[in-house]
């Protein structure tokens, strides 16, 4: 058997570093096309019930009170900017199709600690004359330590089938 020369080592290198690149694209190419990608990147609604185990969530967000006026980024995309917006989808929609494509979910899906601040947030924004007056009476009521924990969650702790009414 013949010795690689440096050269040549640097070539075959070259070439399977190539292969990997390129079939790694391919794959990702092919699976971002399967997976309807590109509609996630627009704010149609419909293309959150693109996987299985969405389209209950999406036919009680039809039937909900919110469901006439606002659509799933309103909740659940952040509204500070719309790199974070982007960042939020990325990130969503790459442990969402990691989690499906391995099958590692529960089909009772369950809101991450990261989402629900998002979603908080969005409560905050658009209803925020309302927020504001609950939150200076509560603010009011507790001690000064406990101000973050009732603005971090307070809107989806009473309100979490909001969106998605049953």
Not at 105 to 110: A, V
Not at 136 to 145: K, P, V
Request: net charge neutral.
């Amino acid at each position: 058997m013949k010795k690689l020369t440096r050269p040549r080592l640097t070539t075959v290198l070259l070439i399977v570093i190539a292969i990997l690149i390129g079939g790694l694209v391919g794959i990702g190419t092919f699976t971002f096309g399967y997976a309807q990608g590109a509609s996630y990147l627009k704010s149609d609604s419909q293309s959150c019930a693109n996987c299985h185990v969405m389209q209950g969530h999406f036919d009680a967000w039809l039937k909900s009170s919110h469901g006439k006026f606002a659509g799933c980024n309103d909740c659940h995309a952040p509204h500070d900017g719309v790199a974070s917006k982007y960042y939020c989808k990325a990130r969503n929609g790459f442990f969402h199709s990691l989690a499906f494509t391995t099958g590692d979910f529960e089909e009772n899906l369950r809101i991450t600690d990261y989402n629900r601040r998002v979603t908080e947030q969005a409560c905050r924004n658009c209803h925020q004359d309302l927020v504001h007056q609950i939150d200076i009476n509560a603010i009011g009521e507790l001690q000064n330590d406990k101000t973050e924990r009732l603005e971090s969650n307070a809107c989806i702790r009473c309100h979490s089938s909001v969106g998605h009414d049953t």
